[in-house]
């Protein structure tokens, strides 16, 4: 029995009386509630606020003019969304609680452009008029997915657009500026996020969470979260399988390569070959599956960049666009590549070499310790010390670096600006990841140290990982339902001793609201460190694994975990993240292309320095034999590059698919305009059916 | 005064009297005019063939029951086109004369979505409602380009699709066939042409094949003989202009060079650095040209290729397109893809494996004897014979296979058709070409020989090709007209003796028809040749002109000329080609990428071994010079794929045009189906504005 949102306060703070309307009945009950917000149990069991589908609260201690003038603003310039303002309870904080009508949501959806499912089957555009073709036409409240309802509020929001004269403070607004983004960004509003759909969450958390062993509901991932998430999970799903093939295979190396040098030898250049292929082909497979992906969740060939709304940091002189007409930043693209190439290229080279120098320099220190005789117990560790201290505050900088320079290129959209941001940001992690073992294989020469220090990293590294990412929050949860259940039974006495007469039903049903509980979650913080846990361990499997063969078996362990464990924080303690369409990993996949190249050279490298080749070829020369390795690497990459080439991107069923999607709307074209022509007709071709920067579910 | 073409003949053949149509008047005063058919002067002055846009010929002897069969279906399923059959003069040749009415030509256009411009500039798709508002609507002679009304005839020609039960002695045909290629491909119909418009070819003529030192009129190129060899032209001019800085550059090189050992190291080092940073840019920047070019003439971003008809030699089960519904051959992918890794791949490695070796061979032998103190004469040149003789049995046994393999391959599209068998046949020239060069600088490492052969070849290559090109065919047109001036005052003379009283007038007007004429001119045999000489030529300057510095010269010189000498050839003496629409260069683009990758490796090879790094670091052991050379080819590379993934491969204005068209697509769409609004409105979205296989100009 949810309780009715709309009450209207009784108790009124500022002149603005009748616009702010707080929720007494979600005041009175939950002053403590705070404490509780990570508390999944008492989330679960917390009333869904029904008539709501975003949130956008403000800092505590905003002033009341504050949210008045952003509140009359809304009104007046998107009438179209219902707005109900509350104080929260157990802080002074105010949200606006947002959502709007059917009708306004049929409307949006024609207007974006929203793809939902036809009877028949296959996706098209919503029309108004032709509403009785879709499914679930006529249940206003399964037609559309929570998901779908929040993207077209945010969409809503993100329409607010300032006049001339506007101006909050000392915040001054270009005509045309997007409102909300840009207070967001100057800190004005706190946050704006969708609110969970307990129902699906606890489908997926059952079918997604709790299904080890199970494929991944991706689709239904997809409608929940996005699609950029469910990008995220299906391709770890994918690199999760295909690590079987090599853990096998390593398990089958590391086996044979106890008989002997011979056998090891041509163990490890079969294992060494293999690796190779595998990369390549995985590479390959990837990207027929995220098209495949792409074309089923609506994002395959995605519509101009330039008609995408610009990111609410994007500086530039505001003018009309020359696309749109509407008045938007402009920064020349000159200004930008000027300063990317004569300011960012050379600080980030010159930061890496620092880095790279200092890194050197720690394990320098460190073989010096190894070889002295008998080191002093301080001196012993001052090494490792060294490393960490280095390497813990050159991070810190150049993220720091990488940040403001990143900003400073300024880029139009949030998904180019991640993009650059994350070449970054690997650049330097790459270094951090594999320096020490370069340095290992390469300057030192010691392969069965090479060996065993990636066999300790692979397994601490992932030990480590997992159970900050799975183990922590799993105890924190424990402990803090514990807590609450005391607290609770405490407010119960407390009650009974004040001898008030609540009936026994509301002690034990919800005690808060779940908007409030949600407002409190920590966000989710992108997919970006999850992306990159995986790719330094991609790294450590294609780069060294002939070191030690058991590398993609310890990766393939821990995927299983991680992928049920990243679920597990999705589902469990974090805020719902707005769906955002992607049509591919991005830059991930190029970082890995080119892990996989430098894995060609490493393993080539490897296979000379590792004595196989002398001992197979005796009379060699050392230039012959470098020659060769060279030679071999060539020819490697070579095919490399040519097996790439040959493997089309794009199956052949989904260019087909989009192929006759397009002869339909060619016939459709040629039967001319008529406005009663099937919505099938009305599909539009490859590449314009989709609308904006956000996911329509 | 052009010949009226419909006249009926009084003399026919057969009991299709009624059908067919014998010109007398053709007939009576040329039947010599066979052995003129190749001067352009006499063509120059034919009578145009005004009401013919297109010609189908058939062989010789012919029989009548075949010209009927083919006729009578053409009129009864493409009523819309006017058909009228003649018998050349000179020989027993009959030809279809194809053209259709105006009012047919626009419904045509509306339907395959031919782009016309409007009056305010832009171009769209037409459609008849808004005839009006398109330049030149109310000039029925000059709305469509000659190019535009050959296209669309073409097409009409490519609809006639057999029924079933459709058969014509053993050719039988299935349901859907399309019966005129399949008939060329049988041989049945010999030839089906354009003809040329005399207008625009001295325009064309005047402002681009005489115009030595101009810009290429590209637009016109393009309205007159398509996409494709406009795209040829345009790329060949802009190659030709980026080599002024690499002849500026090798002809310092080549001054300072005579300076003495040091200075003549530097400036080779400097050279080899700018050729390699020259390639890449010039890559990049002709990626970025070809986009803008496709953009301004429509074929950026083209249909699926799943919607184009099938090339008439595809084979494959006939039934159902799942796509379009129509009647088609089917060809498993997964048959072809076996077939090609299985055999063609094979047999293509080891027959280039037995040219290698035959060439190598020959080149030993060469060493041999030149090695001889005192060779017999005989001996002396058998090497060399034995070379020639060589190359040119592999060739043709080659080229024989490679066809072989690449029908059996049995693709779908006559484009990814040429695609393949480039690949296939500049494989083979790659070794032709630059063989004995790796032979002189790698194995026998004598760098001197290698200049002076490299000179030789340029040069001489490059004369005897523009005297092939260019001047025979100028001298053979000079002794044409000599001829022809002899004959026409013979017949001038017999005429007067035998008294005929002919009108003055008619012994200077034009001889011959033009059609007659311009069927047995030589066909344009595609943009291969041209491609393939200047694909070689690009390789003599990237990958050796650090050996020989004058290389970029002589090719600048070369292709001054090159430019107007196949100009020329197209404007004089070939057949008119149907306009193709190519949106970029296809596997030459990615064969120059592969040449400037080769060129890397070769040029940091050259340096190594050439004794500079020797002199410039003289206490360096040979494996260390060898690690250097290899570390800094790697680095080199890999700046070189930086810089091509740094460049975007489509200009920015490109974008944001497309992106314009495209918002304004979907503003047309939010205002409703209104079959009134403005045809701006109906622009289509990037990607899908062009219909079918053929350019429509």
Redesign the interface.
Known sequence: MPIPEKRTSSQVKTAAADIFKKDEGEGRGFKKAGKFVLSSKLWESSTPSKTCDVIITFPKDTEDYVVMWLLSRLRARVPDIEVHVRQMANSPVYGFYLTASYETFLRQAE?L?LRKKLIGGGMVEFKMEDKELFEKHDDPTAFFTSGDRQSMILEMVNGLRAVDGDELGKITFCEGMQIVPRLMAEGVVEKMFPLHNHDDLAKLRKSWVQAFFKKQPLDDICEYFGVKIAMYFAWLGMYTKWLIAPAILGIVTFVLSMRGEVTRDWCVLAFNIFNIVWATLYLEAWKRKSAELAYRWGTLDM?????KDPRPLFRGEFKPS???GQMEPHYP?IKRNIFRYCVSLPAIIGSLGVVVISMLCCFEFQRWVDMMDNPPKPLKFAPKIALAVCIGMLDDNYKKLAYKLNDKENYRLQETYENHLIIKLVSFQFFNAYLSLFYIAFYIQDLTRLKNTLGALLITKQVVGNVKEALVPFVKQKVKEWKMKKQAAKAKKEKEEKGEKDKPSELDTPLMHQAEIESNMPEYEDTFEDYLEMFIQFGYVVLFSSAFPLAALCALANNVIEIRSDAFKLCTNLRRPFGERVENIGTWQ?AMEVMGVVAV?VNLALLGMGGSVQRMFPGMT??ER??LI?VLE?LVLGIKFAVA?AIPDIP?WV??E???V??K??EA??G????NSPPQMQR?????QH?GVRDWY
């Open positions: 207007e452009g519509p101009s960049e330039a008609l020359e696309i749109t693209s190029d050279m050392v230039t470098i020659i060279v060539h080439y052949e260019e087909n989009i192929a006759k397009e002869f709307r060619r074209l040629k001319g305009n008529s406005p539009e071709p490859r590449g314009k609308f």
